[in-house]
């Protein structure tokens, strides 16, 4: 998790994404611990891979990709109300998708942040 923390905070800091970088790091983190908590006992061998992309517009998306090519329960556990990983991301403001690799060996978890406009933020 140290790492991930470490990571993420260092590519928002070099990509200058001005969004909320404390917030999207949390969300990084929550999604490898899942990853690590859901994939990781099935896979103990197999790698999770984090990426960071930051679109012209500011957008954020994260997407954390491991060796378990389903998600059982997706939706349940966007929508959950108790405390969950994935339902502490949308408190965030994240939009979490998911989709399996084309070979069907591997799935990736994404969460956009989209970033407001400055002239939403000074309404």
Do not use: Y
């Amino acid at each position: 998790m140290r790492l991930a923390r470490l990571h993420a905070r260092t590519r928002l800091a070099i990509a200058g994404w001005p969004g909320d970088q404390e917030q999207a790091t949390q969300i990084v983190v929550e999604l490898m611990k899942n990853a690590i908590e859901h994939v990781r006992p099935q896979h103990p061998e197999d790698q999770l891979v984090l990426n960071l992309i930051v679109a012209e517009d500011e957008t954020l998306l994260i997407a954390v990709t491991d060796p378990s090519p389903t998600f059982p329960d997706f939706l349940t556990a966007i929508t959950a109300q108790k405390s969950t990983g994935l339902a502490a991301i949308r408190e965030l403001g994240g939009e979490t998708t998911w989709r399996p690799s084309d070979d069907g060996d591997t799935k990736t978890v994404q969460v956009l942040i989209r970033h407001p406009s400055p002239a939403a933020d000074s309404h």
